[in-house]
């Protein structure tokens, strides 16, 4: 053999060393409901993609995107054609946008992220779009766009001349859906006008691991609420803009080298920016860390809601300026923002409108990291195993096809992954399962585009004797980890006593368990049969259908579970049919979102989400040690019609809400489910909570502040003398008469607190 044969042939063998495991592995994945030979999994460069920096790849990219004939222009939602396009190591020229289909994942190479790099005549708006303006409307409701990810990228503008407008992502969306591993490459030139990050409509949502190197403006973003983590601008003029927003959440931020770190200057005559919570974040060599239009005289009253915690500033001469002037004043040298903010506070009594410096939270020991920050730990990629380090769930047995009983074959898999040290591959799949499924100690498992295990039968059927579906850890207490990513738990048909998920595992606080993009989807998609033939919305009616109770609860930490770490968690009853062309809305009963009952608790909450269950969305009794940011609910649609007294009656061994008696003697709609409940609980740190109820028996009318937020009378409740130190930045509320409540009694009424579109409190702390 010649010398550089053997040198290539050495390299080659290298390079499949090295390769990501997931551009090596067998792909099984399987969409049942979908045409023959649909293919979940692409490699670009299967459909013709060089990577070699030189080809122009737009069109082979977009063919592997639209391959099946996926959701694309003109369809309204779909979760029959997942997909999951695949990038391996290099550099992919491209002359016009990318735009991925709904229910698709771009994913790159996570040990050698690929760029995205324009040309100099590159036309689009955005290197990615991700939901394009076909016409003068966005091609898919913002709102309604969930279950999409982008992860392991870099995207590059810098060929594009500084003052042509471009945007390097273009990312309008909702619950489900993330952005992870990207870095933004910009020109720094002094005429740029180039923007990163682009966002103008939604309901998120979450972002980590993000880089931003020059550019106009890192981020331009507008959306109801987001929880944004681990970003990093470097030379931009400003790295964030915010259009509008209710509430947002920025934790670990590191803004270096800019003209303005945050802008929420947005609105004329208007705050159009509801609120900020920024925390264990720095800000260095910036001119102005933070530049507000707020002052004492703005309108709304609580619009521009600002709070600081834990901010490290270098050479920052002002940290908060707005149009009265310099209202926190930074420094050339280091200090550090123990905590400030402005808006309305509740010290537990209020409204105080304030400015100036707070009391930090009391943060206790278990739930930070050795620099003194909130613990964070992002969505492991393993990106050091190699192919043969994974297991995969349909090459062990199971079918996915959502009518074979694949109990058996899944648990066989889980066990066996376990039992070798190996990770589960999760291909995607419908998984029909009829009894437990059991995750034991030590379990890794990674999903495939949203792959779902979905319980069926009559043993999840019984209101009356509850069983988990997805049962993390055999008993309440036993010690061990999970690493869970990237899949969905559901349910089939009438499922009353079904508990999605139980988790029972006991995990060090220095070393949590995890959960990361893992959802819980109840009802509205192919195959559920909860949809719109079953149990299409009956307004006025209110007869509850036996088939549309539909589960008992979505997510139990049990009393003896302690230490898990979740992120973008969305535990979802749907309200309307994705897989239906009108996304026409549905009514189904699901008993409760989250319970958390354990005794020694130390859980970490970010970026998580419940909605539309029938007795509460968050409920936390007797619990310590939970921080929480950025939680959003909302109020099932169809109440009061029927109220939440039905049809799940009230558990005193779960500490159920009791409606027929909390309700004595207060007005209005009360017997709706609670969007936070907090029971003899202490240490619950919530930064960030929209709590919404946009509906009365389908009938949004209830939701404004012309009709005096009637939806329902109350929606956050603290009780228990057992309660201290829980406290809440950024609370707000939409449609609820009370904002918060304090052992039946009202602490923060809505009128009091307006806010652009919710009532806003800067602080609530319980003492």
């Known amino acids: 053999m010649r010398f550089g044969t053997l040198l290539l042939a050495v390299a080659s063998l290298t390079s499949a060393v090295n390769a990501y495991w997931m551009g090596d592995i067998a792909h099984r994945g399987y969409a049942p409901f979908a045409y023959s030979g649909y293919p979940v999994f692409r490699n670009v460069k299967d459909y013709g993609a060089k990577g070699d920096g ?9 063919a ?53 790099k324009a040309t100099a005549n590159f036309a689009g708006f955005g290197l990615i779009d991700a939901n394009p ?3 003068q409307y966005l091609n898919w409701k913002a709102v309604n766009v969930f279950f999409r990810q982008i992860r392991n990228f ?22 489900a859906t993330s952005l992870q591993n990207i870095v933004f490459n910009m020109p720094t030139a002094s005429n740029v006008v180039h923007v990163g990050l682009f966002m103008e409509e939604g309901s998120g949502g979450f972002v980590t691991d993000l880089t931003f190197n020059g550019g106009a403006t890192g981020a331009s973003m507008g959306n109801q609420q987001f929880t944004m983590r681990n970003l990093k601008f470097n030379n931009c003029k400003t790295a964030i803009y915010h259009l509008w927003n209710w509430g947002w959440t920025y934790s670990g931020l590191s803004i270096n080298n800019c003209g303005i770190g945050i802008d929420i200057t947005a609105g004329s005559g208007k705050v159009e920016t509801g609120s900020i919570i920024v925390f264990d974040s720095s800000f260095t060599n910036t001119a102005v860390a933070i530049s507000t239009s707020w002052t004492t005289t703005s309108t709304p009253d609580t619009a521009g809601t600002l709070i600081l915690e834990n901010i490290a500033l270098t050479n920052v001469p002002i940290a908060v300026k707005g149009p009265q002037g310099t209202y926190l004043s930074g420094s050339t040298g280091s200090t550090t923002i123990t905590a ?16 100036g410096a707070i009391t ?23 990106e050091t195993l190699s192919a043969s380090q994974f297991i995969s769930a349909r090459a062990s047995g ?52 949203y792959a779902t295990i979905m319980s069926a039968g009559g043993f999840f059927n019984d209101i009356n004797n509850p069983k988990p579906v997805l049962q993390v850890g055999g008993s309440s207490g036993q010690a061990g980890t999970v690493e869970l990513s990237d899949f969905i738990v559901s349910t089939q048909n009438a499922q009353a006593g079904a508990v999605l998920i139980e988790w029972n595992l006991a995990s060090p606080a220095n070393h949590p368990s995890g959960m990361w993009d893992v959802h819980t989807r109840i009802g509205g998609f192919v195959g559920s049969q909860q949809q719109v033939g079953q149990c299409l919305k009956t307004p006025g009616n209110p007869t509850v259908r036996q088939e549309c109770i539909v589960a008992f609860m979505a997510m139990h930490i049990t009393k003896g579970a302690s230490g898990l770490y979740m992120e973008n968690v969305w535990l979802w009853t749907a309200d309307h049919d994705i897989d239906d062309a009108a996304n026409t809305q549905i009514t189904l009963y699901s008993g409760r979102g989250l319970y958390i009952e354990s005794t020694s608790g130390t859980f970490w909450l970010y970026g998580t989400g419940s909605e539309h269950h029938v007795l509460y ?11 929480m940011g950025m939680i959003q609910t909302e109020t099932p649609y169809y109440q009061p019609t029927p109220n939440a007294l039905v049809p799940f009656p009230s558990l005193s061994s779960l500490n159920d809400p009791n409606f027929s008696t909390a309700c004595s003697g207060v007005a209005g709609n009360c017997a709706a489910a609670w969007g936070l409940r907090v029971l003899n609980s202490k240490n619950i740190l919530v930064y960030g909570a929209g709590l919404y109820s946009f509906f009365s028996d389908y009938s949004t009318t209830c939701s404004t502040f012309a009709a005096g937020q009637t939806c329902q009378s109350r929606i956050a409740s603290v009780e228990g003398t057992g309660c201290s130190n829980v406290n809440i930045y950024g609370l707000n509320t939409i449609g609820a008469q009370s904002m918060l409540t304090r052992d039946g009694v009202s602490v923060a009424r809505y009128a009091d607190n307006v806010n652009n579109f919710p009532s806003s409190v800067g602080v609530y702390k319980s003492g």
């Open 54 to 62: 030189v080809t122009d790849d737009t069109i082979a990219i977009n």
């Open 340 to 355: 400030w903010g402005n808006g309305h506070k509740y010290t537990p009594s209020g409204p105080v409108e304030f400015a």
């Open 360 to 382: 930090p939270n009391p943060r206790p020991v278990s739930l930070l990291a050795s620099n003194g920050r909130y613990y964070t730990r992002s969505k492991p990629q393993y």
């Open 398 to 449: 199971a079918k996915g096809d959502a009518a074979t009983d694949d109990t058996a074959a899944l648990q066989n898999a889980i066990n066996t992954a376990v039992a070798q040290g190996k990770v589960l591959y999760l291909d995607y799949g419908l998984y029909r399962v009829t009894s437990t499924i059991r995750i034991p100690p030590g379990a890794k498992i990674v999903g495939e585009s």
């Open 64 to 116: 592997a995107i639209t391959a099946g004939n996926p959701c694309n222009q003109g369809c309204t939602s779909t979760t029959t054609t997942p997909a999951v396009v695949y990038f391996p190591a290099g550099t992919y020229l491209i002359s016009g946008s990318i735009k991925p289909a709904y229910f698709t994942q771009l994913i790159g190479d996570a040990s050698s992220p690929p760029t995205l």
């Open 154 to 175: 870099v995207i590059d503008t810098t060929n594009i001349p500084p003052a042509n407008a471009a945007t390097g992502i273009h990312w309008p969306s909702s619950q």
């Open 133 to 135: 303006y076909y016409t």
């Open 617 to 627: 969305q968050y409920q936390l009794s007797s619990t310590q040690n939970i921080f």
